[in-house]
């Protein structure tokens, strides 16, 4: 296909070309101060790689996605990618780590697109990576300075791979990788264990390091003035047309100032749409009387975030039925977190809410048995009421170590170190014939972000109100 050079307006003649190479200051590559990031990366990789010894290990970063026609999503780099270089937003896009075999360990080579010279036509044409586009881009030594790593153009990369090396890596990353790697002769077998090398990163990520515990607590601290300024002109919103917008929005300018952006598509669910678990299109009005379920987090440029829900009366009180359910969710979430602590199995933290949210129902009348009865597996007539889990990891992914095998992560035990949430709800839809009418439509989560500690847990996002009385004294009513 032809290039398409409809909005192509930039000079081609040599005279110019000739004038835009010239009379530019001469800069200084200033080195940057290694992270902190970066130390506890190197640590990772040297962890990883004594799992795969005689093999060379490839963790693209990614490539930028496009969003329509000319235009991409702003680019996020591969977790996995991240975790091991301490690279973050400032990550530069088409990146491949590479680490190599030597005898008693790995050489880590990070590979990347330099920046061109200022006498080359990329500066100032090429609007995916140009300076004049996309503004400065980092140098080689700038960037093995601050990530303590071996770098080399990424035009390198192709000759690094052509070693008859075992070669396992992240497939899902880059396609364009994966493709060059597997078209390199490579034994299925080798295919076959990448998904060994993505098991063991997710494994690695369940339990957390300083640094990282540090980060989940900055993005917890960011979120929370994101609820607080979503609380403060909540009540204002109330008989708004798309006021689920409005709350969106507060949330989102928070997280753009305080971070990388959002952690995931918020959900602003106000009324009857907070009984739909993803809700994202955030077009509904906002009744006066209405409850709000507010799913969110903030990234840090380091790519942590946090997954709080809050669930707030928009009038700043809570209706008899409203706090009815808001109060039985509450108890299950306080349950859940109570018998948080080293040795338990993740699996129990899930089972102690269910009995919470089986128990109120019970007694509620909704179910068909008793709350004993319905907790048997070949029951469960209360989750019509909660079809979704208590609890997941947190981290560089707000669904963080999907790749974990199960005896490690729903059956695994709790373990110092490890972030995850705790979040129940009680959803009763608007048509559900089976509760009283006073119910129907409301829909109430909370969620919390935990740390295992090895006395116990901290429950990072306490601070943020979560009980009847701290909520109704955070909104303040319009008068």
């Known amino acids: 296909m032809a290039e398409n050079k409809n909005r192509s307006t930039t000079p081609e003649s040599d005279a110019f070309r000739q004038h835009i190479s010239q009379d530019w200051a001469p800069r200084v590559d200033r080195l940057p101060a290694l992270r902190e990031s970066a130390r506890a990366a190197a640590v990772r990789r040297e962890k990883l790689c004594a799992e795969f010894s005689s093999c060379r290990l490839v963790i693209p970063a990614g490539r930028a996605k496009q969003r329509s026609n000319d235009t991409d999503y702003l680019f996020r780099a591969h977790s996995d990618f991240a975790y091991l270089t301490g690279w973050g937003t400032d ?37 995916s990576i140009g300076e ?8 080689a030594t700038a960037v ?10 990424i035009d390198a990369l192709g000759a690094a791979l052509t070693s008859g090396v075992s070669t396992l890596l992240i497939r899902e990353a880059d396609p364009a990788v994966t493709a060059r790697i597997d078209a390199l002769t490579r034994p299925t077998a080798d295919q076959s264990r990448d998904d060994d090398l993505a098991r063991v990163l997710s494994e690695m990520r369940l339990i957390k390091d300083a640094y990282e515990i540090d980060q989940v607590r900055l993005a917890v601290a960011a979120t929370h003035l994101g609820f607080s300024d979503i609380a403060r002109v909540l009540p204002a919103i109330g008989g708004k047309q798309r006021g689920e917008r409005m709350i969106e929005g507060a949330f989102a300018t928070r997280a753009r100032l305080e971070g990388n952006g959002l952690g995931y598509n918020t959900i602003a669910a106000s009324g009857a749409h907070a009984c739909i678990l993803h809700w994202e299109r955030n077009d509904g009005d906002v009744g006066k009387k209405d409850l709000v379920l507010i799913d969110a987090g903030v990234e840090l440029d380091s790519y942590y975030t946090a997954d709080i829900t809050r669930t707030l009366p928009v009038s700043g009180r809570f209706s008899a039925a409203q706090r009815k359910v808001y109060q039985a969710v509450l108890d299950a979430a306080d349950a859940a977190f109570a018998i948080v602590k ?11 809410a269910m009995a919470v949210i089986a128990q109120r129902t019970a007694e509620w009348g909704l179910l068909p048995v008793s709350a004993e009865e319905s907790l048997a597996p070949e029951n469960q007539y209360h989750r019509r009421y909660m079809v979704h889990g208590t609890s997941h990891h947190l981290g ?10 199960r005896v490690m992560y729903h059956e695994g035990i709790v373990t110092a170190g490890m972030i995850f949430t705790i979040e129940p709800g009680l959803y009763f839809q608007p048509d559900d014939l089976t509760v009283p009418q006073e119910l129907r439509g409301i ?3 909370i969620e919390d972000n935990i740390l295992v500690t090895p006395e116990g847990a901290e429950n990072l996002s306490r601070g943020i109100p979560r009980t009847v009385a701290e909520v109704e004294a955070w909104i303040k009513p319009t008068r």
């Open 396 to 405: 560089l992914d707000v669904h963080d170590c999907a790749h974990a095998r």
């Open 443 to 445: 829909g109430v989560r």
């Open 144 to 153: 093995s300075a601050e990530l303590n790593l071996a770098t080399a153009h």
């Open 342 to 352: 080293p040795g338990i199995t993740f699996s129990e933290i899930h089972q102690t």
């Open 91 to 127: 990550s530069e896009p088409d990146s491949v780590l590479v680490l190599e075999p030597d005898g008693d360990g790995h050489t880590a080579t990070l590979y990347f697109r330099e920046p061109a010279g200022r006498d080359s036509e990329e500066f100032y044409a090429n609007a």
């Open 132 to 139: 004049f586009w996309v503004g400065a881009r980092p140098s």
